[in-house]
T-cell receptor, first 115, second 117 residues
């Protein structure tokens, strides 16, 4: 079974600083990878996804992530964060061959941006 | 825009009650999912369905059942609610990659925060 590890439960950062949220997954088989964001009292919204092709993926709100197959990682980055980026971020993985496209989620990383 | 609608944002139920959480999607998605979200545990899959009247257990199905009588609607049922089922419940839907050329992400509803007292 898949597992997803988000190494940091909370990441505090000052506004306009760069940030990296780390994500590692367990499987060596081919996967689809996703980052979702959850603002307070809301559902999950897709930030970006890796399906195939270029390992650097750009998403909404200035976020990007890099797929590293050898390290089984999919870290999320933003060069300059805003207060409005304060939210919880979830990394998720789906096996390409699973058939049903079920997602396995990490436990989430709370990004706290302060002035 | 894809829309996944959960019937209630907040629910308070008593221990032992039978509880229904409803979810409707408007994008003709084959797959529908129910997750629960708890602090520090992330999202855990309860059940999913890949077709009408079809269901598969997820990682934590105990204490729950589901119903999918129509393609657009997926219901989560707590047969006898208990306090340890107090949680945020999230419904999601997606295309099934076995039947579609495109691969897309799962789309989520706004969530139902259930409190069992």
């Amino acid at each position: 079974a898949q597992s997803v590890t988000q190494l940091d439960s909370q990441v505090p950062v000052f506004e306009e600083a760069p940030v990296e949220l780390r994500c590692n997954y367990s499987s060596s088989v081919s996967v689809y990878l996703f980052w979702y964001v959850q603002y307070p009292n809301q559902g999950l919204q897709l930030l970006l996804k890796y399906l195939s092709g270029s390992t650097l993926v750009k998403g909404i709100n200035g976020f990007e992530a890099e797929f590293n197959k050898s390290q089984t990682s999919f870290h999320l980055r933003k060069p300059s964060v805003h207060i409005s980026d304060t939210a919880e971020y979830f990394c998720a993985v789906s096996d390409r061959d699973s058939g049903y496209s079920t997602l396995t989620f990490g436990k989430g990383t709370m990004l706290l941006v302060s002035p | 825009d894809v829309k996944v609608t959960q019937s209630s944002r907040y629910l308070v139920k008593r221990t032992g009650e039978k509880v229904f959480l409803e979810c409707v999607q408007d994008m003709d998605h084959e797959n529908m999912f129910w997750y629960r979200q708890d602090p520090g545990l992330g999202l855990r899959l309860i059940y999913f369905s890949y077709d009408v009247k079809m269901k598969e257990k997820g990682d934590i199905p105990e204490g729950y059942s589901v119903s999918r009588e129509k393609k657009e609607r997926f219901s989560l049922i707590l047969e006898s609610a208990s306090t340890n089922q107090t949680s945020m419940y999230l419904c999601a839907s997606s295309f099934d990659p076995r039947f579609r050329a495109q691969i897309t992400e799962a789309f989520f509803g706004q969530g139902t925060r259930l409190t069992v007292v």
